[in-house]
Nanobody, 124 residues
Framework: QVQLVESGGGLVQAGGSLRLSCAAS????????MGWFRRAPGKEREFVAA????????YYADSVKGRYTISRDNAKNTMYLQMNSLTPEDTAVYYC?????????????????WGQGTQVTVSS
């Protein structure tokens, strides 16, 4: 069992930056693929980024590639999402998720554990 808690969301102006954190409980955090998803008002949940257990491989949605950076610190049981050059289209609730599978997936159905989400609002 893994419990995930996101933090770092807030209100920022367009062009600004935020860093989200996802703190995980449990001794097996380092074994999980971790991902970030988001849900904007009136839209479906969408994949944002994912990172393999070792941190050696990362994956991004095209919409955030070059602006967002996912990372993890297994010693601290924490994952991060650095978000730069934010636009109003990035406004959403951001969720972190953990996947027990070995293959990285962009499909939210593959993820086994979810945090409660943190709101990111980008003003124009």
């Amino acid at each position: 069992q893994v419990q995930l808690v996101e933090s770092g969301g807030g209100l920022v102006q367009a062009g600004g930056s935020l860093r989200l954190s996802c703190a995980a409980s449990g001794r097996t955090f380092s074994r999980y693929t971790m991902g970030w998803f988001r849900r904007a008002p009136g839209k479906e949940r969408e994949f944002v980024a994912a990172i393999r257990w070792s941190g050696g491989s990362t994956y991004y949605a095209d919409s955030v590639k070059g602006r967002y950076t996912i990372s993890r610190d297994n010693a601290k049981n924490t994952m991060y999402l650095q978000m730069n050059s934010l636009t109003p289209e990035d406004t959403a609730v951001y969720y972190c998720a953990a996947d027990r599978g070995l293959l990285v997936s962009t499909d939210y159905a593959s993820y086994d554990y979810w945090g409660q989400g943190t709101q990111v609002t980008v003003s124009s």
